[in-house]
């Protein structure tokens, strides 16, 4: 247990310090290579990679329709039902999110309008790893449909000789989304930038990965132009702040769903209750002996703290400092303190909202800024798919009164030409 104001400012900094994410010069100059093989050499090097790191005797790249149809079968019942639940859900949320154009007069004659169009193509990113994520497909492909967008390509790694994971097939059918890719790591992300004989080229990636992924998205964003990506991704990360009467074995168990997710996850406990704290690191040590993730979880432990603070209204403003990507407030009262919450990524509120809630079936998206994003990104959402741009329609006698505004401007600026294309529009009024 740390007491908070028993620290000094530097050791307060330092329990709020990230582990630092892997971007060494090594992991660039191998990244950098991938990029102009697949520049090079296309599906022959996304192939090459399948066996090269994800141990594929016999790889191929696109899924066939047949498969991305028939994938329910594959599927127990309960399964099938929850990914169409939390389908439901997601896409109920997202729904709401649809963009309405604006149009209004700024002054009289001056029409200016707010057009929202979604961008035409999407690429999908999701990370293999130990497991396949049909929940990652969910949060990315239902905004993707709901855009409209034209392309949409969702690519993602198998591991040896295995198929791939049927779940991600059948969550991808319900978004639409026809075109799967079994390539995975920095290799897909430049194929989807770049384009290949199999895999189109996006105007935007979506998706968490690892290091050479997020090295990648970063290398390609400033190269290929046209080409954007969602937001920088780090390890998963929860805060949680709770009063003297929260439970201890909920507060253990949500620390520890976010770091069974990775050696380099951080969770961090806000609580006003020595007890509470107390109570919790005991279930802790309880709760990791049944995990099959026991090891990774054990070793984000040792990047996270159990912080005793002297009030809650404290707690909430070491966590704006913090900017957490889940924020819990396991609070017997916590709306009249919701306005307080400040630089978080997804907030859930009350004893029994869990933060697996979010990742899976609430309805609102688990794509999150990390790594203190939270402070200038958002949550995914519908809008991420889309662009917008202006529109401006001017008569004779608008230009008229708005020259009043711009000539003084432009001549302020020293920008004569400016100045000139509405003269020359107000000679032509005169001559009329």
């Given at each position: 247990?740390?007491r908070?104001?028993e620290?000094?400012?530097k050791?307060?900094?330092?329990?709020?310090t990230?582990?630092?994410v892997?971007?060494?010069?090594?992991i660039?100059n191998s990244?950098?290579?991938?990029?102009?093989?697949?520049?090079?050499?296309?599906?022959?090097?996304?192939?090459?990679y399948?066996?090269?790191y994800?141990?594929?005797s016999n790889?191929?790249?696109v899924?066939?329709?047949e498969?991305?149809?028939?994938?329910?079968?594959?599927?127990s019942?309960?399964?099938?039902?929850?990914?169409e639940?939390?389908?439901?859900?997601?896409?109920?949320?997202?729904?709401?999110?649809?963009?309405?154009?604006?149009?209004l007069?700024?002054?009289?004659?001056?029409?200016?309008?707010l057009?929202?169009?979604?961008?035409?193509?999407?690429?999908l990113?999701i990370?293999?790893?130990?497991?396949p994520?049909?929940?990652?497909?969910?949060?990315?492909?239902?905004?993707?449909?709901?855009?409209?967008?034209k392309t949409?390509?969702?690519?993602?790694?198998v591991?040896?000789?295995?198929?791939?994971?049927p779940?991600?097939?059948?969550?991808?059918?319900?978004?639409?989304?026809?075109?799967?890719?079994?390539?995975?790591?920095?290799g897909a992300?430049?194929?989807?930038?770049?384009?290949?004989?199999?895999?189109?080229?996006?105007?935007?990636?979506f998706?968490?990965?690892?290091?050479?992924v997020?090295?990648?998205?970063?290398?390609?964003s400033?190269?290929?132009?046209?080409?954007?990506?969602?937001?920088p991704?780090?390890?998963?990360?929860v805060?949680i702040?709770?009063?003297?009467?929260?439970?201890?074995?909920?507060?253990?168990a949500?620390?520890?769903?976010?770091?069974e997710?990775?050696?380099?996850s951080?969770v961090i406990?806000?609580?006003?209750?020595?007890?509470?704290?107390e109570?919790?690191?005991?279930?802790?040590d309880?709760?990791?002996?049944?995990?099959p993730?026991?090891?990774i979880?054990q070793?984000?432990?040792?990047?996270?703290?159990?912080i005793?603070?002297?009030?809650?209204?404290l707690a909430?403003?070491?966590?704006a400092?913090?900017g957490?990507?889940?924020?819990i407030?396991?609070?017997?009262?916590?709306?009249?303190?919701?306005p307080?919450v400040?630089?978080?990524?997804?907030?859930?509120?009350?004893d029994?909202?869990?933060?697996?809630?979010g990742?899976?079936?609430?309805?609102t998206?688990?794509?999150?800024?990390?790594?203190g994003?939270?402070?200038?990104?958002s949550s995914?959402?519908?809008?991420d798919?889309?662009?917008t741009?202006?529109v401006?329609?001017?008569?004779?006698?608008?230009?008229k009164?708005?020259?009043?505004?711009?000539l003084?401007l432009?001549?302020a600026?020293?920008?004569?030409?400016h100045?000139?294309?509405?003269k020359?529009r107000?000679?032509a009024?005169?001559?009329?």
């Amino acid at each position: 247990m740390i007491r908070w104001n028993e620290e000094s400012p530097k050791t307060q900094q330092a329990l709020l310090t990230r582990p630092a994410v892997m971007a060494s010069k090594t992991i660039q100059n191998s990244v950098q290579q991938i990029i102009e093989e697949v520049t090079c050499e296309g599906d022959a090097a996304l192939l090459k990679y399948a066996e090269l790191y994800d141990k594929r005797s016999n790889p191929r790249l696109v899924v066939p329709q047949e498969e991305i149809d028939n994938s329910a079968q594959q599927l127990s019942l309960e399964l099938k039902e929850a990914i169409e639940q939390a389908y439901a859900n997601v896409k109920t949320f997202h729904q709401a999110q649809q963009p309405k154009d604006i149009k209004l007069t700024t002054s009289p004659g001056v029409e200016c309008e707010l057009k929202y169009q979604a961008i035409d193509a999407i690429g999908l990113y999701i990370p293999g790893g130990s497991a396949p994520l049909p929940s990652s497909v969910l949060m990315q492909g239902v905004c993707a449909q709901l855009s409209g967008a034209k392309t949409v390509v969702l690519c993602t790694p198998v591991n040896g000789d295995n198929c791939i994971a049927p779940a991600i097939l059948y969550a991808a059918k319900l978004c639409g989304i026809s075109k799967v890719v079994e390539s995975g790591g920095a290799g897909a992300i430049a194929a989807m930038a770049i384009g290949t004989q199999s895999v189109p080229k996006v105007n935007k990636v979506f998706g968490p990965g690892n290091s050479y992924v997020t090295m990648a998205k970063q290398l390609l964003s400033q190269s290929q132009t046209g080409f954007a990506i969602d937001m920088p991704a780090g390890p998963s990360e929860v805060l949680i702040i709770a009063d003297e009467r929260a439970n201890p074995e909920f507060i253990a168990a949500d620390l520890l769903s976010q770091a069974e997710h990775g050696c380099d996850s951080q969770v961090i406990l806000l609580c006003n209750s020595e007890s509470v704290i107390e109570q919790t690191q005991r279930a802790l040590d309880a709760q990791l002996q049944v995990l099959p993730r026991r090891d990774i979880a054990q070793a984000a432990m040792a990047n996270s703290a159990l912080i005793l603070v002297d009030s809650i209204e404290l707690a909430f403003e070491i966590s704006a400092q913090y900017g957490p990507e889940h924020l819990i407030l396991q609070l017997a009262e916590a709306a009249p303190y919701l306005p307080q919450v400040k630089n978080a990524g997804s907030v859930f509120v009350g004893d029994y909202t869990p933060e697996s809630a979010g990742d899976y079936a609430s309805g609102t998206n688990h794509v999150l800024p990390t790594y203190g994003y939270s402070k200038v990104y958002s949550s995914l959402n519908l809008l991420d798919f889309y662009r917008t741009y202006t529109v401006q329609s001017i008569t004779p006698q608008g230009l008229k009164n708005l020259s009043r505004a711009i000539l003084p401007l432009a001549d302020a600026e020293g920008l004569d030409a400016h100045a000139n294309a509405v003269k020359i529009r107000l000679e032509a009024m005169k001559n009329d």
